[in-house]
């Protein structure tokens, strides 16, 4: 059951921005509704510096387009905007075309838990120019927060290595949709459990969680508050140990664990959330281990992410579960993916498909025309390139790529190389098509193709560039297209 359903209503028809609805009046207004149109959804550069990607938020994207109408009430609120003239801005009989609408478009897309890259495709829509233009703003608004968000996961799931990292951040995440999106970003990307029961509940997701300072604070004294949540949740004990005096805390919390033992439960751990984690994990592990709780793991948070986790580990920290809220939820360092949707080919009617490409003064900000895939090419058991390819001409047996903005980089594709196209089709004719995958094979999707990438590619600092480029036949296209359209073209 998704965020549509359970938080909602039925539709979202108006989850857009005013400038769709006012381009598919004119192109209904002139005739061109039906006109066939090819978009792209896309990001220009890596999130955090980083050298990967990972796709998320297609499942929830389903939700959405599968009940997607435009109903009266939509078009009674419609109604009342006005134009600058103070007159209607849209016309009652447009408005009666939209609640009448069919969908028919076709959507391919990569699966939840791909790594991508810069200017590849991650959803491409093929349709009525109508009808594309209004997915533009709620694709956008559903694949860009959770890829960021499922790419940061991965991160920190990476640098906590073999630990379980558990997402704490509903408290410090923007709204309801913000943290149950969130939620489920963070569990796609590798997290194991979130602190979100409503994300629990609606995704699957196992929830953890035990107590804060101000159980501690409502006894008269540290000892007895462990006493008491012993007594009240015995199968859930995780002291927090800092409010006062950390160690000191852990001395307790091990007073409290040799009571539970005596009535046959276990103390699951000690979790830190100030002072010097290093050496306080490090401490604590040792007291634990003295007193006989080998088994009790040492969890930690306190506005963590893959650097500082990196770096106590680095330290010599001995955390076994690592929880991460604020900059896990929020993507702290970097607030926006940046992805863009962009018209690649046009078809009016009677008329042959038309190449269209976006010029820009910012090489990267120039569009690639056609209608797009990627195939992706293993070689050993291990991803080597990534070829993006026009599905409307053939791809040549010896391939070369050409980075998408720096034609002097080029690579042949090896061989002996097998390549697999990477978008999947989703809907055909409006209808989809797709079998949503659950979010734990998404999550172990995630997993299996960050492990096909050589470790270069996964660095936290100056990553390696992984080859991810053009087929050279569309680069040549491109390159003629942009010519001509700055008037350079050949005589």
């Known amino acids: 059951m998704g965020l549509t359903h359970e938080i909602y209503r039925t539709s979202l028809g108006l989850l857009t921005d005013l400038y769709q609805l006012t381009m598919a009046q004119g192109y209904w207004k002139l005739g061109r509704a039906e006109d066939e149109a090819v978009f792209h959804l896309l990001f220009r550069e890596h999130p955090f510096a980083g050298g990967f990607t990972v796709a998320a938020g297609l499942a929830c994207v389903v939700d959405v387009l599968r009940e997607l109408a435009f109903d009266a009430e939509d078009a009674a609120y419609l109604a009342t905007l006005q134009g600058n003239d103070g007159g209607r801005l849209f016309d009652p009989e447009f408005l009666k075309a939209l609640q009448r609408i069919a969908w028919a478009w076709d959507i391919d897309a990569v699966p939840e838990g791909t790594v991508v890259f810069p200017h590849e495709p991650l959803v491409r829509v093929r349709g009525p120019l109508l009808q594309c233009q209004l997915l533009e703003t709620p694709l956008l608004n559903l694949i860009n927060f959770q890829t960021l968000v499922a790419t940061k996961a991965a991160r920190v799931c990476m640098a ?23 939620s489920r970003a963070a569990f796609l990307g590798g997290c194991a459990a979130t602190s979100n029961v409503l994300a629990g509940r609606l995704f699957g997701i196992p929830v953890k969680g035990t107590h804060a300072h101000s159980w501690v604070m409502s006894f008269d004294d540290e000892a007895e508050a462990f006493r008491a949540y012993a007594e009240a949740m015995p199968n859930n004990c995780v002291f927090l140990v800092d409010t006062y005096d950390t160690l000191e805390g852990v001395r307790r919390a091990i007073e409290a664990g040799k009571a539970l033992r005596q009535r046959g439960h276990e103390l699951a751990g000690v979790r830190l959330d100030s002072g010097d984690l290093a050496y306080l994990s490090i401490q604590a592990r040792q007291m634990l281990d003295e007193a006989g709780f080998a088994d009790a793991a040492i969890l930690a948070s306190n506005d963590l992410d893959e650097h500082i986790i990196a770096s106590l580990k680095d330290q010599g920290a001995r955390i076994a579960v690592w929880g991460v809220g604020t900059r896990l939820v929020t993507a702290y360092d970097d607030p926006a993916l940046g992805g863009v949707y962009k018209l690649a080919m046009i078809r009016h009617a009677g008329r042959d498909w038309e190449y269209k490409v976006k010029l820009s003064e910012q090489t990267a900000k120039i569009s690639t025309p056609g209608c797009l895939q990627v195939r992706r090419f293993r070689e050993n058991g291990r991803f080597v390139a990534d070829m993006i390819h026009d599905t409307q001409r053939p791809v040549p047996e010896s391939a070369v790529i050409v980075h998408p903005t720096d034609p002097t980089k080029r690579k042949a594709i090896p061989a002996h190389a ?4 990477v978008l999947v089709p989703v809907f055909r004719g409006g209808e989809c098509v797709y079998n949503v995958p659950a979010l734990t094979e998404s999550r172990k999707r995630t997993a299996e193709q960050l492990a096909g990438f050589h470790g270069g ?3 936290f600092v100056n990553p390696h560039a992984y080859p991810a480029g053009l087929e050279r036949g569309l680069h040549d296209l491109k390159m003629r297209l942009i010519l001509e359209a700055r008037g350079l073209g050949e005589d």
């Open 160 to 182: 906590a290595g073999d630990d379980a990292v558990l997402e704490f951040g509903l408290r410090r995440a923007q709204g309801i949709d913000g943290a149950l999106a969130a």
């Open 418 to 421: 097998t390549g697999e196209d």
């Open 457 to 459: 590619v996964k660095r």
